[in-house]
């Protein structure tokens, strides 16, 4: 969508929609807070502790951020919607092409 001192790529808006969307659902899968194996692991029952802590509090900053990935995401692709609608509206008034009178033949 064009206008005057601006281009709106829709396609694009599209694509990073899906391409956050697509990230989002690939971390989900990966939660930090599963990563500490058994205290054995790590020989030193305070190491694994701190190792637990650090990771349930990475992982619940984490989800905050992809919650608002996803907030992104759902902007991008209401606003191209948005565009999309504008333009057909405006393609179904439009039965011909304006320009072509200002156009020698």
């Known amino acids: 969508m064009d206008g005057p001192g601006f281009h709106v790529d829709v396609a694009t808006l599209d ?3 899906a391409g ?3 990230t989002i659902g690939n971390q989900k899968r990966l939660e930090l ?3 500490p194996g058994p205290a054995g692991m790590y020989g030193d029952d305070d190491l694994h502790d701190a190792l637990t802590d650090y990771c349930h509090r990475w992982d619940d900053g984490f989800d905050i951020l992809t919650d ?3 907030k992104i995401s759902d902007s991008l692709k209401r606003v191209a919607d948005a565009y999309r609608s504008v333009d057909q509206a405006a393609a179904q008034r439009l039965t011909s092409d ?3 009178g200002a156009v020698d033949g």
């Open 20 to 22: 956050i969307a697509e």
């Open 98 to 100: 304006p320009a072509t």
């Open 33 to 35: 807070s599963k990563l």
């Open 15 to 17: 694509e990073a929609s």
């Open 68 to 70: 608002d990935a996803g």
